[in-house]
Structures are given as C-alpha cells and as structure tokens.
C-alpha cells in the first residue's frame, strides 16, 4: 500500500510540473516583452513596416552593420535603411530560428533568403542569398540603440566569389587566388 500512495504522490508531482508551463498565460516578464517587440522589428524589416520601426527605434539608435563597414547614426536613418532592405531583395524573408533576452539585450539567430533586385547591397543582381547571421541588439527603454551584426563567413565568401572582380584585384593574382580559397 505504501508503493502504491508513493507511486501516486509521484505521479501527481510530476502532472503537477508538466501542467505549470502550460497554464495558456502569457509571460509579461520585460524579456518576453522585448521578444515580441524583437519579432514585430523583423516582420517589419521584411515588409518594410517604416511605422513599426519608427515606434521601436530610439532616436539616438546607431547600427554598426551599415553598408560598407559604415555606423547608421539616428532613427531616421537607421529607420530608412531597414525599410529600403526589401526594395532590393526580392521575395525578401527574415526568419528567425532562435532569440534570447537577458535583460536590455535580444540575441537572435536568424536565416535571411531572397533573390538580388540589383547590386546596392555588394552582390550581383539576380544572385540568391540565403544565410545566417546574428544579431545583437542593445536596448534602451524598450527600445533598440544599438544593433550588431554577424554573419557566417563562409556564406560572404562564396558571395564574394560572385561578384566580379574590379580591374585592380585582376592585377593581383594572389588576391584573386585567395578569394578563391
């Protein structure tokens, strides 16, 4: 009989552990409040939402993965280039596979596809794109103020590889010979 109540509390405490993370509510926690902001900024990117960026981007934002190697200083600006992205990757998807939250800091993994309506982001026109890269985003009052990005260097490599070399890197054979590797 003692088996049996024993065998019984056990069962009941483990209902009980399974049943407590699926009460159906939602977690209200700041972190899971940047989450759905962090997703709502991602669908937004890929439509080009420009009012949905503007209410999630603080004035002062600066990204640090701009074109060139460049920092985008300002809401507007940093605003303007997300929205744009999609005016030159057609069927533009961003699709997030995992992201984490610790506090004023969304930490994302994600996969980015589409089809190069032309060369304004450094690949030829018509070229595939489909990578991943991370982003990390700093938060300031529930809003982005600063983002890095990274991404995986063997996928910038083979889209290296596509693009045409200029007339100085045709001069330099070891240059050419590198990218190749």
Not at 45 to 55: C, K, N, V
Not at 128 to 155: R, T
């Amino acid at each position: 009989m003692k088996k049996l109540i024993f065998a019984a509390a056990v069962l009941c405490f483990f209902a009980s552990c399974k049943d407590s993370g699926t009460t159906g509510t939602t977690d209200n926690s700041p972190n899971e409040k940047n989450l759905v902001n962090n997703k709502k900024v991602y669908k937004a990117i890929e439509t080009g939402d420009a009012a949905t960026l503007d209410s999630l981007i603080a004035s002062d934002a600066v990204d640090h993965q701009g074109p060139n190697g460049m920092d985008i200083k300002g809401k507007d600006s940093v605003r303007h280039m997300l929205a744009d992205m999609h005016n030159h990757v057609k069927d533009f998807k961003l699709e997030i596979i995992a992201d984490a939250a610790n506090g004023d800091y969304i930490f994302t993994l994600a996969n980015i596809s589409g089809t190069m309506n032309d060369a304004s982001m450094g690949m030829p026109a018509g070229s595939k794109m489909d990578e991943k890269g991370v982003d990390v985003i700093k938060l300031k009052d529930g809003k982005m103020v600063e983002h890095w990005g990274f991404v995986d260097p063997a996928a910038m490599m083979k889209h290296m590889q596509s693009m045409p070399m200029n007339d100085k890197m045709d001069k330099n054979e070891d240059m050419k010979d590198s990218m190749k590797k």
